[in-house]
């Protein structure tokens, strides 16, 4: 092996980063036997995974272009294939053709966005937000679908292990027709220039932070009351900021130009 290449490889963030890979391929495995409640809880723990490596890297300084890359290719299995998958055998294999298409669709703006970021890290590009959702938000949202839908099917006669929202339980059917169009919306937003809040920055150690700190063991609660219900709309709010932050910086352009050529 390559000495400098040696150097680069860090034991403990790859071995995460490892873990995200295994999850995301016995999601896939779980999604064709058709236990997609477990092939979910899979990819939940694959987002445990991914945003666990890169703090550990980070914390230990084992940062590395080989855990770029690995962490990458991991992204792509757990957050795009793997997802993908999932949604085939649930809702778009009825579609014939077309849901193939969606599918696949959703595999390749996942590669595209994983693609564009690792360009921007290579040259040394940092911001406090993301252009373009990431694939990881984009598979949260189907898999808290997922989870919650099993929920709904399930709970017909049947006592439920976790309390849900009837509102939100009784909008499922709802939800499950418009998923193929959802899917095709998150492709199209990961390969957007929509922007999206990164939390890689948030520091819970200052003062101003402490509002914050509440409102996280708020939410802390409430997932643990209500899991999957609650980890849907959170990442169904997270989909949607992107969309009305972007809609109002483009708003707010648009009235200053207005103003200039009043003025002028």
Request: net charge positive; with cysteine; charged share 15%.
């Amino acid at each position: 092996m390559d000495r400098s290449l040696r150097k680069g490889i860090y034991i403990l963030p790859s071995l995460f980063t490892c873990g995200n890979i295994s999850c995301g391929y016995l999601s896939i495995v779980a999604s064709l036997k058709g236990n997609f409640t477990q092939a979910a809880w899979f990819l939940i723990f694959a987002i445990a995974f991914d945003m666990t490596d890169g703090r550990i890297a980070r914390l230990t300084k084992a940062s590395s272009e080989f855990g770029v890359q690995l962490d990458s290719l991991s992204d792509l299995i757990s957050f795009g294939v793997a997802p993908s998958i999932m949604m085939y055998q649930l809702v778009l294999n009825s579609m014939g053709k077309v849901g193939l298409a969606i599918a696949v669709l959703f595999v390749v703006c996942s590669a595209l966005r994983l693609a564009k970021f690792n360009v921007q890290s290579k040259e040394g590009i940092v911001h406090s937000s993301f252009v373009g959702l990431p694939t990881p938000a984009s598979a949260g949202l189907l898999i808290s679908f997922v989870l919650s839908y099993e929920l709904f099917i399930a709970s017909p006669g049947q006592d439920l292990t976790f309390k849900t929202i009837p509102i939100l339980m009784k909008s499922m059917p709802i939800f499950f027709k418009v998923m193929p169009i959802t899917v095709v919306i998150l492709s199209l937003l990961m390969v957007s220039n929509v922007t999206y809040l990164s939390f890689k920055k948030m520091d819970l150690s200052k003062p101003k932070a402490f509002r914050l700190l509440v409102l996280i063991i708020i939410l802390l609660f409430l997932i643990i009351t209500f899991p999957q219900n609650v980890i849907f709309i959170l990442f169904s709010l997270y989909v949607i900021s992107g969309i009305l932050f972007t809609g109002a910086k483009y708003y707010r352009t648009f009235k200053q130009k207005n103003k200039f050529k009043k003025g002028e």
